[in-house]
């Protein structure tokens, strides 16, 4: 957390999403889901596998839209807007898996990211913040991005995001497939990037450790509803946290497991 007396909890939030449903067919993935992100602060949700996290972040971002409630983004409704225009108003979408275009090259795939702007000099100077932050992105510049490793692949992705000068990153499931030696060094590269940029990022991550230790503020999904939300320092001490996403367990008294027990959040 900064060290100025501010702190992104302070801040007005720049997305908002109330009451927001979204299915595939007739399976309900996110039911009433409310949530606000502040701005210049890093928010998480934390769920298991099927929870609904990714269906989130694609009903933001336009590839999926809602069938209620509503998106709102720098006080801008942007629910069911075509994508392409919430790109233009600063919202940037980090898929999981990576998706980077693989018969181009590294630096031809971070131009892709900046294709809404205009100001050369500015895209220059970011060319070389992500080269900064990614110094391997550097080398292998006019390499083909499909022959980068997975987590060199993933680094293209944050800085094909970060070419485009967004307000807001969407980032789904950074760590997926990767080793906890690379897991580390890009989450603490996103810290670096919202700490001196100052950029706001939702995350969507398994890893409930290195997302909590990450972030300022969390949200956990369980069956497409939010069951529990604060602070990521007093989540990380809640038992259930502990529990069910830390794997953090203790033994009773007669020896019986508190992972036994159900959830206390309900």
Same mark, same amino acid.
């Given at each position: 957390m900064?060290?100025?007396?501010? &702190? @992104?909890l302070?801040?007005? /939030?720049?997305?908002?999403?109330?009451? =927001?449903e979204?299915? !595939?067919?007739?399976?309900k993935?996110?039911?009433?889901?409310?949530?606000?992100?502040?701005?210049?602060e890093?928010? &998480?949700?934390?769920?298991?596998n099927?929870?609904g996290? &990714?269906?989130?972040?694609?009903?933001?971002?336009?590839?999926?839209? @809602?069938?209620?409630?509503?998106?709102?983004?720098?006080?801008?409704?942007?629910?069911?807007?075509? @994508?392409? $225009?919430i790109?233009?108003?600063?919202?940037?979408?980090?898929?999981?898996g990576?998706?980077? $275009?693989?018969?181009?090259?590294? *630096?031809?795939?971070l131009?892709?990211?900046?294709y809404?702007?205009r100001?050369?000099?500015?895209?220059?100077?970011?060319?070389?913040? =992500? !080269?900064?932050?990614? @110094?391997? +992105?550097?080398?292998?510049?006019?390499?083909?991005?499909?022959?980068?490793?997975?987590?060199?692949?993933?680094?293209?992705? %944050?800085?094909?995001?970060?070419?485009?000068?967004?307000d807001?990153?969407?980032?789904? #499931? /950074?760590?997926?497939?990767?080793?906890?030696? +690379?897991?580390? #060094? %890009?989450?603490?590269?996103?810290?670096?990037?919202?700490?001196? *940029?100052?950029?706001?990022?939702?995350?969507?991550?398994?890893?409930?450790?290195?997302? +909590?230790?990450a972030?300022?503020?969390g !949200? =956990?999904?369980?069956?497409?509803?939010?069951?529990?939300e604060?602070?990521?320092?007093?989540?990380?001490?809640?038992?259930? %946290?502990?529990?069910?996403?830390?794997g953090?367990?203790?033994?009773? =008294? *007669?020896?019986?497991? *508190?992972?036994?027990k159900k959830?206390?959040?309900?």
């Amino acid at each position: 957390m900064s060290s100025s007396t501010a &702190t @992104p909890l302070d801040n007005p /939030p720049v997305l908002r999403l109330l009451n =927001v449903e979204s299915a !595939y067919g007739p399976i309900k993935a996110i039911r009433g889901v409310s949530l606000q992100v502040r701005k210049g602060e890093i928010a &998480t949700v934390l769920g298991s596998n099927g929870a609904g996290k &990714t269906t989130i972040l694609k009903t933001i971002s336009g590839i999926l839209d @809602p069938r209620k409630g509503s998106v709102e983004f720098k006080g801008l409704d942007i629910t069911a807007k075509d @994508p392409a $225009f919430i790109v233009q108003q600063g919202l940037l979408h980090v898929p999981e898996g990576r998706e980077v $275009f693989p018969l181009l090259s590294v *630096r031809d795939n971070l131009l892709m990211g900046a294709y809404t702007r205009r100001d050369r000099d500015g895209v220059a100077r970011d060319m070389e913040m =992500v !080269y900064a932050y990614f @110094p391997i +992105l550097k080398e292998r510049s006019h390499q083909d991005a499909g022959l980068l490793s997975g987590g060199q692949q993933q680094m293209l992705a %944050i800085s094909r995001a970060l070419m485009a000068n967004p307000d807001l990153i969407l980032l789904d #499931e /950074p760590s997926l497939g990767l080793s906890p030696k +690379l897991t580390k #060094e %890009i989450f603490e590269i996103v810290v670096r990037i919202n700490r001196e *940029r100052g950029t706001t990022i939702l995350l969507v991550e398994q890893n409930a450790n290195m997302a +909590l230790n990450a972030s300022d503020y969390g !949200y =956990v999904l369980e069956n497409g509803r939010i069951v529990m939300e604060d602070t990521c320092a007093r989540l990380r001490e809640k038992e259930d %946290i502990k529990e069910f996403y830390l794997g953090l367990k203790e033994t009773g =008294v *007669r020896g019986e497991r *508190r992972w036994k027990k159900k959830k206390t959040w309900r």
